[in-house]
């Protein structure tokens, strides 16, 4: 057993000093960034993807590549466009001539999904036909084609970048998607510090490259720390009183919600606020997480599974102020004595 806590801090002392490295050596590429990258590297520990939404030139897939970089997965990206099919992305099966060229059989060749990192570039600019390819592999891990199954290599993360939904030849993503994602991260535009610091910056400037922190079977082990990281009942309370409450039609929905709420987040959404505010807790090297790790990951956990009503349209309340309503007014349950 004494083994066993000490291989655990030993994996965790290596989870702490690699991310600590991924961050300070993508922060010198990206400025002014910080806080996304710490989100974006929650998500990456706790195996869930990513959705980044921000209006062009905000370095998105900069953030991506770089990241690609460090990690020395295998990486690949589609981007995607409104003329994109699901087998550009999934792959499709192709009648090939065997050496003879007396016998053909249909081959399958995969499609860019299979991979460890796979950066879905402007994904609301694709019908939700399209969007709807990686339901599978993001939930299952699999991609089926044809009746046929194939699996995923372990780990997959999928890195998503959106354009703001009101930009023109875009198209809202089905709540189904969405769900898929841990977290929702939202750019902004950088003070104006650090945009004179990037304005001194060449366009075309380009950096040199990175040297891969850790391998892939370090990060699997990393992913399974963070699954099996202990988690108190009044913890595990809280993150269910968070979004139950979100939801308008349940008993403990305030009035608030009722007004201004069309659906609320579901179960999945508790496991990745559960999830993600372990992986808070590990990043700052604590040996479980607290009812503000829960605070602090609520916002990009849940406001992409928060749907306003036609109200909260009308008003220009967005999903941002409900959850911070939800803080306000939802009492955090006492430990356990």
């Not at 897939?61 to 003329?83: C, E, H, N, Y």
């Not at 030849?169 to 950088?190: K, V, W």
């Not at 990175?210 to 082990?221: G, H, P, T």
Request: aromatic letters at 6%; glycine letters at 6%; one cysteine or more.
């Amino acid at each position: 057993m004494n083994d066993d806590i000490k291989s655990a801090e030993e994996t965790l002392a290596r989870l702490r000093k690699s991310c600590q490295s991924l961050q300070e050596q993508i922060s010198t590429v990206l400025i002014g960034q910080d806080e996304v990258i710490r989100l974006l590297l929650t998500s990456l520990v706790s195996g869930g993807h990513t959705l980044l939404i921000g209006v062009p030139g905000l370095a998105k897939t900069m953030m991506v590549k770089a990241l690609a970089d460090l990690l020395g997965w295998d990486f690949r990206r589609i981007q995607f466009t409104p003329d994109l099919m699901p087998a550009d992305i999934t792959g499709t099966e192709i009648l090939q001539a065997d050496e003879s060229g007396q016998r053909r059989s249909l081959v399958f060749h995969r499609g860019p999904v299979f991979a460890n990192l796979l950066l879905a570039d402007e994904i609301n600019r694709t019908p939700p036909k399209t969007q709807a390819a990686l339901l599978e592999s993001m939930q299952e891990l699999s991609v089926t084609v044809n009746g046929k199954t194939y699996p995923l290599s372990p780990p997959f993360i999928v890195v998503a970048t959106q354009n703001p939904i009101e930009q023109e030849g875009t198209y809202p993503l089905p709540e189904a998607q969405l769900d898929r994602f841990m977290l929702s991260i939202h750019l902004d535009y950088p003070s104006h510090e650090d945009e004179v610091k990037i304005a001194g910056r060449s366009i075309r400037a380009k950096w040199d490259g990175f040297k891969s922190v850790l391998q892939k079977e370090d990060f699997c082990k990393f992913i399974d720390l963070v699954d099996q990281m202990p988690v108190s009942r009044h913890v595990l309370e809280y993150a269910v009183a968070l979004t139950t409450a979100s939801r308008p039609k349940d008993s403990g929905a305030n009035d608030y919600v009722r007004r201004y709420v069309a659906w609320g987040a579901g179960p999945r959404a508790t496991q990745h606020l559960v999830t993600a505010a372990k992986a808070c807790a590990m990043l700052d090297g604590r040996p479980t997480p607290e009812a503000a790790d829960l605070r602090r990951m609520a916002v990009p956990v849940l406001r992409h599974r928060i749907i306003p009503n036609y109200n909260a349209l009308g008003e220009g309340i967005e999903s941002g102020a409900i959850i911070k309503n939800l803080l306000d007014s939802v009492r955090e349950p006492s430990p356990a004595r």
